[in-house]
């Protein structure tokens, strides 16, 4: 994870690649709460499904990251980003290893293998959010990936959208960014009158989500401007101040997310949620991530635990435990003789994480690094040369 500095350049982030594995981690938790049976368990039981919310944390993570160069640029921190750079790191920072997924669970995993060619076509071009019933067996967590790849082809509008707002207009873009958050508030309402198809869930599309990653492109917003050396005004200076504070952006969360365990925020796993349910639900997911992220963004730490070489390299392996989670959980079922749904919550997790984790580094180590330094190799090649 990476930031700009004062000079424009960027630096890495350490705790906050470790926050990627805490995020990862807590998806992986939801989703065995939730195939054990955990989440009616009382009081425990929402807080280990409401852990849904890790989705949001990853969306403000992306927001952050791929934002800031949007952000210092129109500070005078640095160059625009090259748009066709940014497409090809993309595709190959998430396809790749995607793609073994994606025909080891549709090919190998029982439950999946009967897939029809619209499910092989939806879940290999990350359209699953748009066909119907194309979440298949060991794959229904890839909605989310769905939505954060549209963001990907999105973000460079956005960009347009706020470019008019650099040099001395810089300072609206605080407003511009919220104003794109509060577009997906909207969404809950309009959602229900869309004509979906049976088995499309409009409330999954990216503009219902947007909030959670306006989390992080608010973080990268204030970054910048502190960086550039321009007065704030003293409201936002508080507000920033505010973010720094640990304790009380740990008291922010603890609300946050205790809220979003109550029936305010919809019914915890599978469930119908209303438009007003909907909306604070992402809200309260929007207002958690960014109390998680800012003193991670606006301080320097330390941050022993988050950036200990255990929870970076879990970090590096998040995509990995992320893509494989749900596969591996249907798969430990059966090879331990588990029926779902009816208890054994911290054995189920403790298989899952462990072989999760080792698929993930497997990933890391023999898909995503290798791709990664090819990229970055050829990205550093002449033109002729290629």
């Given at each position: 994870?990476?930031?700009t500095?004062?000079?424009?350049?960027?630096r890495?982030?350490p705790?906050m690649?470790?926050?990627?594995?805490?995020?990862?981690?807590?998806?992986?938790?939801?989703?065995?709460?939730?195939?054990?049976?955990?989440?009616?368990w009382?009081?425990?039981?929402?807080?280990?499904?409401?852990l849904d919310?890790?989705?949001?944390?990853?969306?403000?993570?992306?927001?952050f990251?791929l934002?800031?160069?949007?952000?210092?640029a129109?500070?005078?921190?640095?160059?625009?980003?090259?748009l066709?750079?940014?497409a090809?790191?993309?595709?190959?920072r998430?396809?790749?290893?995607?793609?073994v997924?994606v025909?080891?669970?549709?090919?190998?995993?029982?439950?999946?293998?009967?897939?029809?060619?619209?499910?092989w076509?939806?879940?290999?071009?990350?359209?699953?959010?748009?066909?119907?019933?194309?979440?298949?067996?060991?794959?229904?967590?890839m909605?989310?990936?769905?939505?954060?790849?549209?963001?990907?082809?999105?973000?460079?509008?956005?960009?347009?959208?706020?470019?008019?707002?650099?040099?001395?207009?810089?300072?609206?873009?605080?407003?511009?960014v919220?104003?794109?958050?509060a577009?997906?508030?909207?969404?809950?309402?309009?959602?229900?009158?869309?004509?979906?198809?049976?088995?499309?869930?409009?409330?999954?599309?990216?503009?219902g989500?947007?909030?959670?990653?306006?989390?992080?492109?608010?973080?990268?917003?204030?970054?910048?401007?502190?960086?550039?050396?321009?007065?704030?005004?003293?409201?936002?200076?508080?507000?920033?101040?505010?973010?720094?504070?640990?304790?009380?952006?740990?008291?922010?969360?603890?609300?946050?997310?205790?809220?979003?365990?109550?029936?305010?925020?919809?019914?915890?796993?599978?469930?119908?949620?209303?438009?007003?349910?909907?909306?604070?639900?992402?809200?309260?997911?929007?207002?958690?991530?960014?109390?998680?992220?800012?003193?991670?963004?606006?301080?320097?730490?330390?941050?022993?635990?988050?950036?200990?070489?255990?929870m970076?390299?879990?970090?590096?392996?998040?995509?990995g435990?992320?893509?494989w989670?749900?596969?591996v959980?249907?798969?430990?079922?059966?090879?331990?003789?588990?029926?779902?749904?009816?208890?054994?919550?911290?054995?189920?997790?403790?298989?899952?994480?462990?072989?999760?984790?080792?698929?993930?580094?497997?990933?890391?180590?023999?898909?995503?690094?290798?791709?990664?330094?090819?990229?970055?190799?050829?990205?550093?090649?002449?033109t002729?040369?290629?």
């Amino acid at each position: 994870m990476t930031a700009t500095t004062d000079a424009g350049t960027r630096r890495y982030y350490p705790q906050m690649e470790g926050m990627r594995a805490v995020a990862a981690l807590g998806v992986l938790t939801t989703h065995v709460a939730f195939q054990t049976g955990a989440v009616v368990w009382p009081v425990a039981g929402p807080v280990l499904g409401r852990l849904d919310l890790a989705v949001a944390l990853f969306f403000a993570l992306s927001g952050f990251l791929l934002w800031q160069p949007h952000a210092a640029a129109a500070w005078g921190l640095g160059p625009e980003p090259s748009l066709a750079r940014y497409a090809r790191h993309r595709f190959w920072r998430i396809w790749p290893a995607y793609l073994v997924v994606v025909v080891v669970v549709l090919t190998l995993l029982p439950e999946a293998k009967t897939s029809d060619p619209v499910v092989w076509l939806a879940n290999l071009t990350l359209t699953q959010v748009f066909v119907p019933l194309s979440l298949t067996a060991g794959l229904t967590q890839m909605w989310s990936l769905s939505v954060e790849v549209l963001f990907y082809a999105v973000l460079p509008l956005l960009a347009l959208l706020l470019v008019s707002l650099r040099g001395e207009r810089a300072r609206w873009r605080v407003l511009g960014v919220l104003g794109i958050g509060a577009v997906g508030l909207l969404w809950g309402p309009i959602a229900s009158l869309i004509p979906a198809p049976d088995g499309v869930e409009a409330q999954n599309w990216l503009i219902g989500h947007l909030p959670w990653f306006v989390a992080g492109l608010l973080l990268a917003e204030l970054v910048a401007w502190r960086s550039s050396g321009t007065p704030m005004p003293p409201a936002l200076q508080r507000f920033c101040a505010l973010g720094e504070k640990r304790g009380v952006m740990l008291a922010v969360v603890v609300v946050a997310y205790g809220l979003a365990c109550t029936p305010l925020a919809g019914p915890v796993g599978m469930g119908e949620l209303s438009a007003p349910r909907f909306a604070t639900k992402i809200l309260l997911g929007a207002i958690a991530a960014y109390a998680v992220l800012a003193p991670l963004a606006l301080t320097d730490g330390p941050f022993r635990f988050l950036a200990s070489p255990v929870m970076t390299t879990l970090g590096r392996w998040s995509y990995g435990i992320f893509i494989w989670h749900v596969a591996v959980l249907s798969v430990v079922f059966g090879l331990f003789g588990i029926i779902p749904f009816s208890g054994s919550f911290v054995l189920v997790w403790v298989i899952t994480a462990v072989l999760s984790i080792g698929i993930g580094a497997a990933s890391y180590a023999f898909i995503e690094d290798p791709v990664r330094r090819w990229a970055v190799r050829r990205d550093r090649e002449p033109t002729a040369t290629r």
